[in-house]
């Protein structure tokens, strides 16, 4: 049994990587970095495995990240837990990647002028 739901991933795309399940099926796998905090506020950096479908890579669709390696994405993903052998969480991916020009731009600091 598995459930589904959407969300998007913030993160640097680490790596693309093309595999092969059974003979002829091919995927990918998209790494993401992600930083968070752990609970003293220090940085700790998270990696994503976010799995690329057999149809969406005959599409082509995981080349899109491969030119973003290194590049700040937001990635539109569905997550499932797989209830198996052994339980685990699995992102699957689920389009283009958002443009951050749609983001409003981050306000520009004023230098602090002396006061004299």
């Given at each position: 049994m598995s459930k589904l739901f959407g969300m998007v991933l913030h993160g640097e795309v680490f790596r693309v990587e093309?595999?092969?399940i059974g003979d002829d099926m091919r995927i990918a796998i998209i790494e993401v970095k992600s930083v968070s905090s752990d609970?003293?506020?220090r940085p700790v950096d998270c990696y994503f495995d976010v799995r690329v479908s057999a149809e969406q890579v005959k599409q082509?669709?995981?080349n899109s990240?491969?030119?973003m390696i290194g590049a700040e994405v937001f990635i539109p993903v569905s997550a499932s837990i797989y209830q198996g052998?052994?339980?685990y969480q699995q992102y699957n991916l689920g389009g283009f990647p958002v443009r951050l020009q749609a983001l409003p731009p981050k306000p520009e600091q004023v230098p602090s002028s002396k006061v004299g």
């Open positions: 093309d595999r092969t609970e003293k506020g082509g669709l995981h990240y491969r030119s052998r052994k339980a």
